[in-house]
């Protein structure tokens, strides 16, 4: 009597969708997510949901797509970037659908708009081409009550804190992010985050830490963002994981042990990382904390100040030294808007063009002439490939580009806004078979919707969002590279959002059916 009834509820289904199906996919072999292995089936799409995963579905559609040869996946979940004013020059977000993204997480760093309620209001009116999740930034919260200053917040200042991490909260936000080694985020102490985090926590939220160092004092750094999630009994997502520095090389068992060791205690403790030995930041990071407090006129300043460029310039030189490195050359200008002949070139080659001894105190002269003009974004070439791999392995990883929405042959940025997904599938998957592909696939989708709380996305599910794509697995391949960074990655057949084919035949088809995703404590 069961089987009967199954057979009729099935026959019931099937005459149900006939002629209502947006989409098929057929003969394609689902990957579906969860880290189990893939299998042969066939998927239905209708208002932007998947409505039905099995064989031989024999159903009318508008559109069928024969991925027969080729992988059926969630589409990829990037839960570290930075689209932030990129979004409304480029709203097709063409570098990211091109590597498989379907939803980005931005406002990472500390680094968000503080009214993300108006900041939702605009994705919705520009329309991207990909989802959209937030984080509340509390360095932009911390500088929009307390400007720059290096020093403890006042009661009424926290107060005011507090209030926009609420707002934010109740707007929508994924949770609380910080960027410890950027101003004035590296000015806060340690219970100034806690109970800012606490406010999040109570909308469960996620805390999300670029950590005070990725170096020298990593050890220090992971232990307070473990401590932070303690004490506030919150998830924990450590970004962008690393071993800066050629004397930290080697350290990746010691600085993962830490991670491993508090989720043996029950701590919820992930990290994401970018699969590339360079990193890509600000050039004013190689400052003490205490040079860059309150703006740019503070900073120049102290560049004029005898003493206090002294300081700073010896500063400088010891870190280096501390690499075992002579010269600036691992520091590339990736944009300098004062110059941007310069992009594209590393600190010892501009000093050389700027007609300088061929002298790490040169270079320091060379840095503090483009401070004084604004800076620049840079990147910095300073991991281990064994360390990279080593992270690569672990289960509770994601892989996130750290990134933003590009604009083709601006500047000369790092490859990780552009490969970070092809790279992980061509390079750790199918050449040196570090994971499997059913194991990328679960860190680059289910994995991420579970930490940041995205309802019915990751999974190829019936009744998820239909956030999919479709790659060959042996042609797959990041194209990016240092030197010509501005090249889409290849593979990528198609690439469907909320149910609206995006990338077809490895073509943008200029669809922008992303929307925002709210947190848990959006009103």
């Not at 797509?65 to 097709?92: M, Q, Y």
């Not at 690393?242 to 042990?257: D, I, M, P, V």
């Not at 992009?343 to 063009?353: A, D, E, P, S, V």
Request: hydrophobic fraction near 40%; include cysteine; charge should be positive.
């Amino acid at each position: 009597m069961k089987t009967l009834l199954s057979t009729i509820l099935f026959f019931t289904l099937q005459l149900s969708f006939a002629q209502q199906v947006d989409i098929i996919i057929k003969n394609g072999k689902i990957i579906d997510g969860t880290g189990n292995s893939w299998y042969y089936a066939d998927l239905a799409i209708k208002d932007g949901k998947i409505i039905l995963i099995q064989k031989n579905i024999q159903i009318n559609a508008a559109k069928t797509i024969d991925a027969k040869g080729f992988i059926v996946a969630p589409g990829f979940i990037d839960v570290h970037t930075h689209i932030e004013d990129d979004e409304v020059k480029n709203p097709l977000a063409t570098n990211f659908i091109y590597d498989g993204v379907t939803t980005v997480i931005t406002g990472n760093c500390g680094l968000s708009r503080v009214d993300l309620k108006k900041y939702f209001h605009l994705l919705d009116s520009i329309k991207l081409s990909i989802n959209v999740a937030s984080m509340i930034g509390h360095n932009d919260v911390r500088e929009y009550v307390m400007k720059k200053a290096n020093r403890e917040p006042t009661t009424a200042e926290m107060q005011q804190m507090e209030i926009l991490v609420t707002n934010a909260m109740k707007a929508g936000a994924v949770g609380l992010s910080t960027g410890l080694i950027y101003t004035p985020g590296n000015y806060s102490k340690t219970k100034e985050i806690i109970a800012l985090a606490k406010i999040a926590a109570q909308y469960n939220g996620v805390y999300a830490t670029h950590m005070r160092s990725e170096g020298d004092s990593i050890v220090d750094a992971i232990n307070e963002a473990i401590n932070i999630g303690r004490s506030c009994n919150m998830p924990v997502e450590i970004s962008h994981f690393k071993l800066a520095g050629q004397n930290n090389w080697g350290r990746s068992a010691e600085t993962l042990g830490l991670v491993k060791a508090a989720r043996e205690q029950g701590l919820d403790v992930t990290i994401d990382q970018y699969p590339y030995t360079a990193s890509s930041t600000t050039l004013s990071t190689l400052f003490p904390d205490w040079a860059l407090a309150n703006g740019q006129d503070s900073i120049n300043a102290r560049l004029k100040r005898i003493k206090d460029k002294n300081e700073i310039a010896n500063f400088i030189i010891s870190r280096l030294k501390k690499r075992s490195q002579n010269h600036f050359n691992y520091v590339v200008v990736a944009n300098y808007p004062s110059d941007t002949s310069l992009n594209g070139k590393n600190i010892q080659q501009i000093n050389l063009l700027k007609g300088r001894k061929d002298t790490a105190t040169e270079e320091v002269k060379t840095i503090f002439e483009i401070i004084r003009n604004g800076g620049a974004s840079c990147v910095f070439h300073g991991m281990s490939e064994t360390d990279v791999q080593y992270f690569v392995q672990y289960p509770f990883n994601m892989f996130a580009s750290d990134g933003t929405i590009r604009v083709m042959n601006v500047g000369v940025p790092h490859p990780r806004s552009y490969g970070t997904n092809a790279r992980v599938l061509a390079k750790y998957v199918r050449e040196e078979k570090l994971i499997s592909l059913e194991e990328a696939i679960r860190r680059m989708t289910s994995l991420p919707a579970q930490k940041f709380n995205l309802k019915n996305r990751g999974l190829l599910k019936e009744g998820f969002a239909a956030d999919i794509v479709i790659f060959n697995p042996a042609t797959v391949q990041d194209e990016s590279t240092f030197a010509k960074p501005h090249q889409y990655s290849k593979g990528f057949s198609y690439v469907i959002v909320n149910g609206a084919v995006t990338l077809e035949d490895e073509k943008h088809t200029q669809k922008r059916n992303g929307i925002v995703l709210y947190g848990e404590g959006k009103e």
